[in-house]
């Protein structure tokens, strides 16, 4: 575990990246067997699926690297 948390931590893009291109692979495979929409709706649907799943892990990788941070500092008391 370890070990893929240094990955991601030195390669933040790339797995930002990946996570979004298999969000939109996902959502399209997901969308093709459960709904009668055409092709274009459906790479517009997975597009936003895709969107937010990553805007959710911006966030928490924000908010991870914030209390990381904050915990490497001495505190003021």
Known sequence: MEAIQ???S???LT???GLWASAVGASLAYS???TPLKP???LIH???HAQALTLAVLSGAAAYHYYEQRSGE???D
């Open 74 to 76: 001495p505190r003021r």
């Open 46 to 48: 997975a597009r936003m």
């Open 40 to 42: 274009s709706l459906r």
């Open 6 to 8: 240094s990955w991601v």
């Open 32 to 34: 093709r067997s459960k």
């Open 10 to 12: 030195e390669h933040k």
């Open 15 to 17: 797995s930002i990246g």
